[in-house]
Nanobody, 119 residues
Framework: VQLQASGGGLVQAGGSLRLSCVAS????????MGWYRQAPGKQRELVAV???????NYADSVKGRFTISRDNAKNTVYLQMISLKPEDTAVYYC??????????????WGEGTLVTVSS
């Protein structure tokens, strides 16, 4: 299974970006999908997660500004980010728990996409 993230870039504070992440491979089922981020010199942290039924959970720092969604038919998870702040600057990684045909559920990571918010 491969996860390919896109949509990162440079944006001014207060701006918006939408990240996308597509899972590909012989996927039978995708459970939890999520976004994490890692700022320079810091540990990777949870941003938002969404289960297959649509329930979501967010880090307190992004509540009200970020929205996670998914399209199960397209094996894709999105992260809509508004009112971006310089402290949102980080490499954003998508994550998914995937089950392939004949396999057990596994945790997969994308390569990451850089989001830079200028002040």
């Amino acid at each position: 299974v491969q996860l390919q993230a896109s949509g990162g870039g440079l944006v001014q504070a207060g701006g918006s970006l939408r990240l996308s992440c597509v899972a590909s491979g012989s996927i039978l089922r995708i459970g939890l999908m999520g976004w994490y981020r890692q700022a320079p010199g810091k540990q990777r942290e949870l941003v938002a997660v969404i289960i297959s039924g649509g329930s979501t959970n967010y880090a307190d720092s992004v509540k009200g500004r970020f929205t996670i969604s998914r399209d199960n038919a397209k094996n894709t998870v999105y992260l809509q980010m508004i009112s971006l702040k310089p402290e949102d600057t980080a490499v954003y990684y998508c994550n998914a728990v995937t089950t392939v045909y004949g396999g057990d559920p596994r945790n997969s990571w994308g390569e990451g996409t850089l989001v830079t918010v200028s002040s």
